[in-house]
C-alpha cells in the first residue's frame, strides 16, 4: 500500500524559509508524477507545482499568488521523496501542504486536476507570521 507522508512545516516568519519533504513508500516510483497542493484557512485547495518521477516535468501555479520564483521543487529518486523549498515566505502562503501521487505522466493541462493523482498525504502545516 502507498503512504505518502509529508514533514518540515511549522511557524516561520515572513521572509523566511521552509523545506518540505514528501517520502513515499510502499513502491518505488520510477515514473508518474508526483504533486504540491496547499489549503489555506477557509479556501479550497489549490495546486502549487508538480515533478516527474523519470526526470524534468517541473511545472509551478499560475495563480494570482505565484509561488514561481519563490518555490522550488525538487525530488530524490534514491529516496523516493520530494522535496518543496520555500523561499520569501508570505503570510498567504500560510495552509496546510499536501502531496500526492500518480501513477501516470499527468499532462500540462491536468497538473492541477486532483482527480490525476491516486495517492495523498495527509498535509503539513505552514503557518507565515506576519
Known amino acids: 500500500q502507498v503512504q505518502l507522508v509529508e514533514s518540515g512545516g511549522g511557524l516561520v516568519q515572513a521572509g523566511g524559509s521552509l523545506r518540505l519533504s514528501c517520502a513515499a513508500s510502499?513502491?518505488?516510483?520510477?515514473?508518474?508524477?508526483m504533486g504540491w497542493f496547499r489549503q489555506a484557512p477557509g479556501k479550497e485547495r489549490e495546486f502549487v507545482g508538480t515533478?516527474?518521477?523519470?526526470?524534468?516535468?517541473?511545472?509551478?501555479?499560475d495563480s494570482a499568488d505565484s509561488v514561481k520564483g519563490r518555490f522550488t521543487i525538487s525530488r530524490d529518486n534514491a529516496k523516493n521523496t520530494v522535496y518543496l523549498q520555500m523561499n520569501s515566505l508570505k503570510p498567504e502562503d500560510t495552509a496546510v501542504y499536501y502531496c500526492?501521487?500518480?501513477?501516470?505522466?499527468?499532462?500540462?493541462?491536468?497538473?492541477?486536476?486532483?482527480?490525476?493523482?491516486?495517492?495523498w498525504g495527509r498535509g503539513t502545516q505552514v503557518t507565515v507570521s506576519s
Open positions: 500526492a501521487a500518480a501513477q501516470h505522466r499527468v499532462g500540462g493541462s491536468r497538473y492541477g486536476v486532483e482527480n490525476e493523482y491516486d495517492y
Open positions: 515533478v516527474a518521477w523519470s526526470g524534468g516535468g517541473i511545472n509551478y501555479a
Open positions: 510502499g513502491r518505488t516510483f520510477t515514473s508518474g508524477t
